[in-house]
């Protein structure tokens, strides 16, 4: 059985889970993977810094003036934590259309509503990322489980079509033999293959070893360095597996297939920590976090255990791109340089303190005097940031329901790579016997699927297109997937909307994906402030957890953390 089958959930779980149910579940996870003694390391590394209270008394930054570069979580989460203190803070984003940077909901009608919503960003919440699950229960944000697998999924592959049974059966019955595998290979599903080439080797590491996965350090020592300085194609291979096996694998994994030569740690980021084993999801939609965020702001006090005369106040600046920043006053302040996209010609803004919470994709862009140190500016050069996109399809009816999906993905080696479906019909999807059914009445009702999502050269190959000629070829490999007549699945269709994070201005990059030595070389550096404590750093790439919500909060409370605590040296003299 499948870890996380929707139909034989093993343990349960339920919505809104309580902290002791999410720890149940990791447990599980981790005892599948093989190193359940972890489990303490992992919440620890993973949960939320000490409060800011701890470190600056509500108040005691009075005065204080904040500037946050970025309205994505980790600008956000800074910002919420500064103004307890008293600081007063000033937000900075480029877009006008939404918050959150790279959450993004895209509602296909006026607002939030079932089924009439995909994500373009983040979709999934694991049971073992901490900090999120803070933010989650401070906002009072419902859960429900993001279905991650489905036997009634297809795997279309080599021009074979097979369900995606929790065994593999079908796969290694009429897809091994398309794939130039060893005798061995031929007979083992490609999950156990995969576990193989991955989890091998973080089996025959010790627990401190297998933490640095997850950690950023000033230096990393044993099979850390190996993980880190070579690319997953090199281990994947020592692991024993054939190019035949890691070609065919690797096909249920497009992150890992768009990343197969930048570094193994990056993507066993996910793998140690069961990232990918039990999720959750935002019922209306992820971007209902960034939301929450925002809509405190305006609140004169969010805070409940704080009087509100102690507090700082959160301006969020909309439509305002910084292009300039500069120490002044010997390194006293820092002015950041602005415009908006009216052609205004620009202004100035000085602050006490500064929180750099943009990619260093789009910081490479950004004029900055004096510059910072030898290795972050190398890093802003030089850190990988792997193509990424999604391309959703607003139907009329639920034809992927016709035929027994409800949630979890499809995969293929075709251009697309990967088809997510929506879940929220997953509660509807068993009669009173256990048993599908496959002509429930609410299969005619309009759902979104992710017609696609992929990495590397695949968003590069399919998305650099003249949108008609996309969404053609996006529409002729759905059916093909799915073994539906192409007229059929275009008449569906009342949407349809794509997104290439290396084409969002604002972006540059979907998100940071260290190549060969990166981390070792620069993850330390990345997360050192800068002017004499002056500008702090938060964002996924500055985290040891790139991609997910996890790493963009953790790192936006800890660079208020550090903020608060220079600031309160430097007051002292």
């Not at 091994?176 to 290979?185: I, M």
């Not at 010790?206 to 690319?231: D, M």
């Not at 002509?439 to 650099?464: C, K, Q, W």
């Not at 938060?538 to 220079?566: P, V």
């Amino acid at each position: 059985m499948n870890l996380n089958s929707q139909y034989e959930f093993y343990p349960p779980q339920p919505d809104n889970p309580s902290d002791e149910e999410r720890r149940f579940i990791l447990q599980y996870a981790l005892t599948s993977l093989g190193w359940p003694q972890d489990m303490d390391t992992i919440l620890r590394l993973t949960a939320p810094p000490r409060p800011i209270t701890e470190i600056a008394q509500p108040g005691s930054l009075r005065g204080v003036r904040v500037g946050v570069i970025g309205g994505g979580l980790a600008g956000l989460a800074a910002a919420y934590e500064l103004r307890k203190t008293g600081c007063d803070v000033t937000v900075y984003d480029a877009l006008t259309d939404r918050v959150g940077g790279r959450v993004y909901t895209y509602y296909f009608d006026e607002g939030p509503g079932l089924g009439a919503y995909g994500e373009f960003g983040p979709m999934r919440i694991p049971v073992g990322h901490e900090t999120v699950w803070h933010y989650l229960k401070l906002f009072k944000l419902p859960t429900t489980p993001f279905i991650q697998t489905n036997p009634y999924g297809f795997a279309y592959m080599k021009n074979i079509r097979v369900r995606n049974d929790d065994d593999g059966s079908n796969v290694t019955k009429y897809i091994n033999p398309r794939y130039e595998l060893g005798p061995a290979e031929r007979q083992t599903s490609w999950q156990a293959l995969l576990e193989t080439g991955l989890n091998s080797h973080l089996l025959e590491a010790t627990t401190q070893e297998r933490a640095q996965i997850i950690q950023v350090l000033r230096e990393y020592s044993g099979r850390a360095v190996e993980w880190n300085n070579l690319p997953s194609m090199r281990l994947l291979s020592q692991a024993g597996l054939t190019q035949g096996a890691i070609n065919l694998t690797t096909e249920f994994v497009p992150l890992l297939s768009g990343n197969l030569y930048n570094s193994y740690v990056d993507y066993i980021q996910e793998v140690y920590p069961a990232s990918i084993s039990y999720l959750y999801t935002i019922p209306g939609g992820i971007a209902r976090l960034p939301a929450a965020f925002y809509e405190s702001f305006f609140d004169e006090n969010p805070y409940p255990d704080i009087e509100g005369s102690a507090l700082g106040s959160v301006t969020y600046r909309a439509g305002s791109l910084v292009t300039g920043i500069f120490a002044t006053d010997g390194l006293s302040r820092v002015t950041l340089r602005l415009q908006t996209g009216d052609g205004d010609g620009g202004w100035l803004d000085t602050f006490d303190y500064v929180v750099c919470a943009i990619p260093f994709s789009t910081l490479r862009n950004v004029e900055i005097e004096p510059l910072f140190s030898g290795l972050k500016m190398r890093a802003i050069t030089e850190v990988n940031y792997t193509p990424a996109q999604k391309t959703l399809l607003y139907c009329r009816e639920r034809f992927w329901e016709k035929q027994g999906i409800v949630g979890g993905p499809s995969y293929t080696d075709l251009p697309i790579r990967s088809i997510w479906y929506t879940n929220d019909h997953a509660k509807a999807l068993t009669g009173p016997d256990n048993t599908i059914d496959f002509n429930r009445p609410d299969t005619d009702e309009p759902g979104v699927i992710t017609a696609s999502y992929n990495f590397g050269l695949d968003t590069t190959r399919l998305l650099n297109q003249p949108e008609d000629v996309l969404f053609s070829e996006v529409v002729r490999e759905i059916a093909e997937v799915h073994g539906l007549p192409e007229a059929y699945v275009r008449n569906t269709v009342l949407g349809f909307k794509a997104v290439n994070w290396n084409q969002e201005p604002t972006f540059r990059g979907a998100l940071c994906f260290y190549a060969p030595e990166q981390k070792s070389l620069f993850s330390y550096e990345m997360t050192l402030p800068e002017y004499n404590g002056r500008v702090f750093f938060a964002g996924e790439h500055i985290s040891a957890l790139h991609r997910w919500m996890q790493g963009a909060l953790q790192t936006g409370m800890q660079a208020a953390n550090d903020l608060a605590l220079s600031a309160l040296r430097q007051r002292r003299g």
